[in-house]
T-cell receptor, first 113, second 115 residues
Framework: EPEVTQTPSHQVTQMGQEVILRCVPI?????FYWYRQILGQKVEFLVS????????KSEIFDDQFSVERPDGSNFTLKIRSTKLEDSAMYFC???????????FGQGTRLTVV | GNSVTQMEGPVTLSEEAFLTINCTYT??????LFWYVQYPGEGLQLLLK?????DKGSNKGFEATYRKETTSFHLEKGSVQVSDSAVYFC??????????????FGKGMKLTVNP
């Protein structure tokens, strides 16, 4: 069964460092998303991406964040200068068209120290 | 804006017990409602959904009914199994109404079922 894969499963980084979280969405999907969950809090939407551009972003998704689909298969989330409060589980998701089920990856746990 | 409030856990039940996880929502229109489940070490998976009032979603013995009058979408299962141990998330989307594709989630509730 096709699935969304995320790497790494856990990343530890020092405050101020850049980090790139990687996702491989399901191959025929067109809509891509990043969500995050800070420990003990809600899963929060960060950004959606369609047709090689951001279609929607939340207020969390500030200038420190960027997304890219560099090669037609990977979908990455970059945090330029990590802060302690960026520590969270980050989920990637994709779906093939509007109003259909979004498939999620297993998440990357980011720990900023 | 749209929001979801769900029962917080963690909750521990014995096998074959009845499960209810409460979920209520706030939305301006008529959102689609979802329950996602996350088994240990895995991603979020869609468990069931309902797209309009009075719809009942069901899967794997779980059920939830879209109640517009109470703005609720409570998840129920008559007899839980050890394999149901997971974190359960209630969520909504207003994509059907031409709104945002994004999902708005509740905090999630961890369920542990003991044999």
């Amino acid at each position: 069964e096709p699935e969304v894969t995320q790497t790494p499963s856990h990343q530890v980084t020092q405050m101020g460092q850049e980090v790139i979280l990687r996702c491989v969405p399901i191959s025929n999907h067109l809509y891509f998303y990043w969500y995050r969950q800070i420990l003990g809090q809600k899963v929060e939407f960060l950004v959606s991406f369609y047709n090689n551009e951001i279609s929607e972003k939340s207020e969390i998704f500030d200038d420190q964040f960027s997304v890219e689909r560099p090669d037609g298969s990977n979908f990455t989330l970059k945090i330029r200068s990590t802060k302690l409060e960026d520590s969270a589980m980050y989920f990637c998701a994709s779906n093939d068209r509007r109003n259909t089920e979004a498939f999620f990856g297993q998440g990357t746990r980011l720990t900023v120290v | 804006g749209n929001s979801v409030t769900q029962m917080e856990g963690p909750v521990t039940l014995s096998e074959e017990a009845f499960l209810t996880i409460n979920c209520t929502y706030t939305a301006t229109g008529y959102p689609s409602l979802f329950w996602y489940v996350q088994y240990p070490g895995e991603g979020l998976q869609l468990l069931l959904k309902a797209t309009k009032a009075d719809d009942k979603g069901s899967n794997k013995g779980f059920e939830a009914t879209y109640r517009k009058e109470t703005t609720s979408f409570h998840l129920e299962k008559g007899s839980v199994q050890v394999s149901d141990s997971a974190v359960y998330f209630c969520a909504l989307s207003d994509a059907m109404e031409g709104g945002s594709e994004k999902l708005v989630f509740g905090k999630g509730m961890k369920l542990t079922v003991n044999p």
